[in-house]
């Protein structure tokens, strides 16, 4: 069966690409585990689509570069009336958003996007002397090499980095929520009270990650729910920045917090598995998927990035591959008669084809075999009552289906990389002026305690 599966894939992706492949200076070091997953993402997205496309809406200082970087990719400009439309309805999105405090620690429905980040941020007062500093101090086993920390970090800066480049003036910032506190409403709110509670206090820490992970959790709502939306006019598939991936599966963790820990949690356990999933009655499934880290695979065959993207290009129509785009296709195509049953033997071609390509694309380095796992859901049971029918509302009463790649393990895939990892680094240009940001890490079991150099910081109700 020949396909025309078409997937949208997103700036911020190609931009940490652009990185790895030394198209653009890297001033900031800890972007690199990022870029690396970027370029999975890129190369995956190549693997398993017959055309890719892209979105032309960079400013016009920066989108003649970018198209002529990826001549493999469709770039088409959506109508300025219809981006507008389709924006301001994103950053409405994000605005319904909600970051929570409680005491020191985040709450409510953002605590499910960092359970998919695996990060555990906490309000801090650094002390310096007599002066104290309000810090957003990620909690950590060895706060003197937090390095996934910084990798995650340097996510919520990409972030920062892709909003600067995008022609868009809507507000996507999520509401600030702090229990007991309704006159808190924003970021500045929320540091205000800190100071005027604190007669110590003398500002934020340099360090702090507060305004860049309120930042990313709007303008990653806000361009997930965007790309979404094009998708579904494209009829396309989406594949996101890893951290875009994170905030969709955090939609998913709020209305399905059991099923999708369990699924992750069975393919961790079992090993040989590839595949498990959870059906309803209405044939509306939830499944988890294990798949090669086919950027292992391929910089072991060539000799840098820009190699790796060439071979995805031609390894794409190989027969395995156009097997696995016939799948997925219909997965995302079913029809409504004989829901259940649809879904169970498309399931089980799922879990053939991943088989299939487990052994003959899955790398073992001295670190362990290198592969990930991604969370998906098929169905056409959306509403509009949950963050998850929200995010893809404009598929109500339609057939779809998503994956989301766990951002978790596939940072944990770069560490493993071993030797590989210096060949991905190889093409890396960096700026005269790179460094590597510091963060804030407080040990975990410091998390209820206090010492001479800091303590949690909550708000006296």
């Known amino acids: 069966m020949s396909t025309n599966r078409r997937i949208l894939v997103d700036n911020a ?227 996101l920045a890893p951290l875009r991936d994170a905030f969709c599966e955090s939609c998913y963790r709020i209305d399905y917090p059991s099923q999708v820990s369990g699924l992750l949690q069975n393919l961790k356990e079992k090993s040989q598995q590839t595949l498990s999933s959870i059906l309803e009655p209405s044939g509306q499934a939830q499944f988890a998927v294990r798949l090669p880290f086919f950027t292992a695979y391929l910089i072991s065959k060539t000799d840098n990035p820009k190699q790796c993207i060439e071979l995805a290009l031609e390894l794409r129509n190989r027969r395995e591959f156009k097997e696995c785009r016939t799948v997925f296709h219909n997965l995302s195509h079913l029809s409504a008669a004989d829901k259940f049953k649809e879904v169970n033997n498309v399931l089980k071609y799922v879990d053939q084809s991943c088989a299939k390509l487990m052994k003959k694309y899955a790398v073992s380095t001295g670190n362990g075999l290198q592969f990930s796992l991604s969370v998906g859901f098929t169905g056409v049971n959306l509403g509009v009552s949950t963050k998850f029918d929200q995010l893809f509302r404009h598929y109500k009463n339609q057939p779809f289906a998503r994956v989301f790649r766990n951002i978790a393990q596939d940072m944990l895939n770069v560490e493993r990389l071993g030797g590989l990892h210096d060949k991905l680094c190889s093409s890396i240009r960096e700026h005269e002026k790179a460094l590597y940001p510091r963060i804030s890490a407080t040990p975990k079991f410091m998390e209820h305690k206090e010492n001479e150099y800091g303590r949690p910081a909550k708000l006296e109700g």
């Not at 319904?96 to 906490?122: C, N, Y």
């Not at 937090?146 to 970090?153: C, L, V």
């Not at 990409?158 to 506190?181: F, G, W």
């Open 13 to 239: 992706t190609l931009s940490g690409v652009e990185r790895i492949t030394g198209v653009s200076q890297t001033l900031n070091l800890n972007y690199i585990d990022n870029d690396i997953l970027c370029l999975e993402k890129l190369v995956t997205a190549i693997l398993f689509s017959d055309q890719l496309l892209g979105v032309d809406d960079y400013k016009e200082e920066y989108r003649s570069k970018r198209l002529r970087n990826f001549d493999f990719i469709n770039f088409s400009s959506v109508d300025a009336d219809k981006h507008s439309e389709i924006s301001a309805d994103a950053a409405n999105f994000a605005r319904s958003m909600t970051f929570s405090f409680e005491d020191s620690k985040p709450a409510g429905d953002v605590v499910s996007f960092f359970e998919s980040l695996r990060i555990d941020p906490q309000l801090r007062w650094d002390v310096w002397v007599s002066s104290e500093y309000l810090t957003l101090s990620y909690l950590v086993t060895n706060p003197k090499r937090p390095r996934y920390e910084e990798a995650i970090d340097s996510a919520f800066r990409n972030e920062e980095t892709d909003r600067k480049l995008v022609a868009s003036d809507d507000d996507h910032s999520p509401a600030i929520n702090v229990v007991e506190q309704p006159e808190i409403r924003d970021a500045k709110d929320l540091v205000h009270a800190f100071s005027t509670s604190n007669p110590q206090f003398r500002g934020e820490d340099g360090k702090t990650a507060l305004d860049r992970l309120i930042f990313g959790y709007g303008w990653a709502a806000e361009r997930s729910h965007f790309y979404n939306a094009i998708a579904h006019m494209e009829g396309a598939d989406v594949f």
